[in-house]
């Protein structure tokens, strides 16, 4: 089975940084796409980006309201992927979740909760 | 950006009752698009992808179709469970996109 456990979230003030963490089992994870999707509070869902494996040369895709602002990463010997958000914004205040797929998304966290307030 | 248009936004149906969802592309995305169901304080679940493939172990009362721009979500008989928000979601390009979600309750 696989299981994917988000970490890291809390409470940040606009402007600051946080790190998400998704520590992954049951799966390939080297070989693994891995995304992160977002839901602000009582909206739907949007995706953050999308990290793709060292063997497919490990490119990084982002969403415009995260780019330059977010970094994601992954350490294969860890099994965890991160997501690195710095310059953080009110609007950035959601659910983060992570998952794993080439086309759809078949396993997904259970979401770890970024609020940005001052 | 491929625009994911969803309706309706809400709808309330009985036990029993046939459900559809349609989901319509900005741009033809062959069928590159997959189907959500995401119930209160979970995270989403696909039930569909590939247009109209039912993932593993999804009941038959769920089916999908549809190709390019146009797509249709179907519940053939409505149950209990299945009150949850729906949402379509393309790969066809990036950004990936989803719909703005279809809250399906009981009348």
């Known amino acids: 089975e696989v299981y994917l456990v988000e970490s890291g979230g809390g409470l940040v003030k606009p402007g600051g940084s946080l790190r998400l963490s998704c520590e992954a089992s049951?799966?390939?994870?080297?070989?693994?796409?891995m995304i992160w999707v977002r839901q602000a509070p009582g909206k739907g869902l949007e995706w953050v980006g999308r990290?793709?494996?060292?063997?497919?040369?490990?490119?990084?895709d982002y969403n415009a309201p995260v780019k330059g602002r977010f970094i994601m990463s992954r350490d294969d010997s860890k099994s965890t992927l991160y997501l690195q958000m710095n310059s953080l914004k009110t609007e950035d205040t959601a659910v983060y979740y992570c998952?794993?797929?080439?086309?759809?998304?078949?396993?997904w966290g259970q979401g770890t909760l970024v609020t940005v307030s001052s | 950006d491929i625009q994911m248009t969803q309706s309706p936004s809400s709808l309330s149906a009985s036990v029993g009752d046939r459900v559809t969802i349609t989901c319509q592309a900005s741009q033809p995305i062959s069928n590159f698009l997959n189907w959500y169901q995401q119930k209160p304080g979970k995270a989403p679940k696909v039930l569909i992808y590939?247009?109209?493939d039912l993932e593993t172990g999804v009941p038959s009362r769920f089916s999908g179709s549809g190709s390019g721009t146009d797509f249709t979500f179907t519940i053939s008989s409505l149950q209990p469970e299945d009150v949850a928000t729906y949402y379509c979601h393309q790969y066809a390009g990036l950004p990936l996109t989803f719909g703005g979600g279809t809250k399906v309750d009981l009348k």
């Open positions: 998952t794993t797929g080439l086309r759809y998304f078949a396993h």
């Open positions: 590939d247009a109209s």
């Open positions: 049951g799966l390939n994870f080297r070989n693994a796409w």
């Open positions: 990290i793709k494996s060292k063997d497919d040369g490990e490119p990084k």
